[in-house]
Structure formats: C-alpha cells, structure tokens
C-alpha cells in the first residue's frame, strides 16, 4: 500500500512580513507534497534559537518531508542553519517569493486570503544602517511595490473575503522611496481607500515615526476607516542610545508626533518597538527607558533583551551584562502590562466594533482583543459592548 502523502506545509517565525511572505509561498506550494518550509527570523539571537527549534521540531514531525529554510534567518547565519542535519535545503530571502526557487511552475497562484485580515507586503529590505540590527543583511535594500500592484493585492484579498487590510514591510515608512517621483505612504493609504470603497478596515504595522508623511498623518488622524492604532519603530526613551543605536528621532520627536495624534483623535492606541540593556545603557538612560512607556503611554509594547548579532557595531560596543539586561527586560514589560491593563479597564462599555476570527476572539479598531459571541462567522464585523476583562482579553 502506497504511503499517504502529506500535503505541503510554511512554518512562519517573526515579523508580519514573514506572515505575508509565507502565505504566498504556500500557494506556489499547493501542488507539493511531503514538503516542510521554515520562513525564519533572526532579528535576535533567541530569534534564531527559536528558529533552530521549529526546524527540529518539524523534523520531528514530519521524519519523511524534504524539509527547507527559507527567511533571515537562512541568510544571516547560512552556514549554521545548512549544517543541521534536520535540513534539506535553503532559499535565499531575496528568492524565496520567485516560484522557480521551489521548482514551482511560474503562474503559481498568488496566495488567497487565508485570514479575516489580510497582510499584504507593500515594501521590502532597509536602506538604513541601525547599529542593532541585522536585516538589512537578511533582506537588502529598500524596494517597493508600485501603487498598481499593492491595488492588485488588495483586490484579491477583498475577493477572498477580507475585512482588514494590513500594511506591512521591513521599513514600511520607505515605501516609495524608490519609485519614480518618490511618492509618499500616505499616497499609497489613499489610493488604497479611494480605490475599494468597500473595504472596512486598514491598518498600519510598524512606522518609523519620523517618517510619517502630512497625508498619512492626515489619515491617521482623521479617516475612519485607517484603525486608530500606530505601532511605533521607537526603540528606546533615551536620546543618547538613540543616537549610538543610529536612530534618526529622539525622544521629543515621538513625544510631539503621539500629542498631535491624540489631540486629534483621542481613541488612538500606541505599540512600540522598545530594546533593553542595549550597550553603554546605564540605569538613568533605562529610567528613560520606562518612563517613555507612560509619558507615550505604550499599551502595545514588543520588549525585546538586547543580544549582540554578528557584524553589527553595537556588537562592538560595551556590553550591559545579562543578567541586567533580562531585568531590565522584565522590568520594561511589567510597566507595559500596567499601561495595557488600564487601557483594557476604561475600554470596559464602551461599543467595540470587532473583527471576528475564528477562535472565539476578535480585534477591536485599537486593536484590543474580544470575546465574541458563540458561532460568530469568521469576519464578522461585531458590535460589542465588554463588560469585563481578564488577562488581557475584553468580555
């Protein structure tokens, strides 16, 4: 009797770009069978430690697959990840959306919609040179999709039955940058709206506030349909890390950008980037550190420990020793949660307007997540008024 074959399958690790990426390698895929793809990160080193552990767990699971690594990850730390024997093959990052990279025919179908919000990645690589980081070296120069082509996207994925659209990249805020005429984002945002009436919702993954242009302000401000929730490419609340991190803001440039957005639209909920123990970081620059979490007030924070990554000049740098960079860490998240915790508690009666997934919760405009109701259809766009919240979800 022949083996079953199992049909093809994308692990995706990290960042919202990966998400989008992943789900149209899975459709140049449809045909494959018995084949494992890990789209991975390396943005930290734990980063990459998680990537090595899906790679074997996946082994694990799928003993028969032809098992290949594709992400940052596979370029960054090649030689690493093609030595494991759980491997089969890598992709280059730069080919892995090329469909002869996966010996797939070349009118591969894009990738349906497989979510109620559909990512969609308008940009791609960086052009900028962060001390910290190491994407530029996994992902290239800054390149962007033309106005056409992101309207394209959207179009399929409202064919597929999307009810958000989210905006994502390695650097989103340089998108067009590379484009004849240099158009803004918020051209982009706006052609986007103008074009498909219809779509309910749009939302914006992480901008580097500095380079927030007047439209997208505008937009985020004041159109309804843009969801009142700017996640932040912050980094730190300390001016001095973030002229040794290479940043081009400083702290009173965030301040300034959050006041105007509030005073326009109060309802707008803040996430940020936020890296602690970076190198040379004494306990006054991490006091700085915490208190931009309130003073912005920050209810969706991403903490991240610093961890030095190869040929990076922070690597370079004097290092904070672990031990404080964890507690540090530790001590960021908590004040976060404080913050978190009491934005859920004054969202309590208020109408949400949810976005129903498919296990039982949704996403409000500001991105809180809902309980709704039993047999909700995936979506739904929900009117709910919580009463409650525990754990970080709304009731």
Known sequence: MEPLRVSAEVISLGCRLNIAESERIRAMLAGERDVVVVNSCAVTAEAVRTTRQAIRKARRARPDARLLVTGCAAEIERDTIAAMPEVDGLVANTRKLDPRAWNAPESAPPAPASRTRAFIAVQNGCDHACTFCVIPQGRGPSRSLTIEQVLAEVERDMAHNA????????????????????????ELVRAILDAFPALPRLRMSSLDGIEIDPLLFELLAYEPRVMPHLHLSLQHGNDLILKRMKRRHSRGDAVELVARLKAARPEIAIGADLIAGFPTESAAHHADNLSIVRELDIVHGHVFPYSPRPGTPAARMPQVAREAVKARAA?????????????????????????????????????????????????AILSIIPTRHEKGLLS
Do not use: C, M, N
Request: aromatic share 6%; hydrophobic share 40%.
């Open 163 to 186: 009810s958000e659209v989210v905006l994502t990249g390695v650097d989103v805020t340089s998108w067009g940058h590379d484009l004849p005429g240099k158009p803004p984002l918020g």
């Open 331 to 379: 001590e960021l998240r908590g004040v976060v949660a404080e913050r978190r915790d009491a934005w859920l508690g004054a969202l309590i009666g208020t109408k949400q307007s949810v976005l129903a997934e498919s296990d039982g919760t949704g996403y409000g405009p500001a991105f809180a997540r809902v309980a709704v109701p039993p047999g909700a259809p995936r979506g």
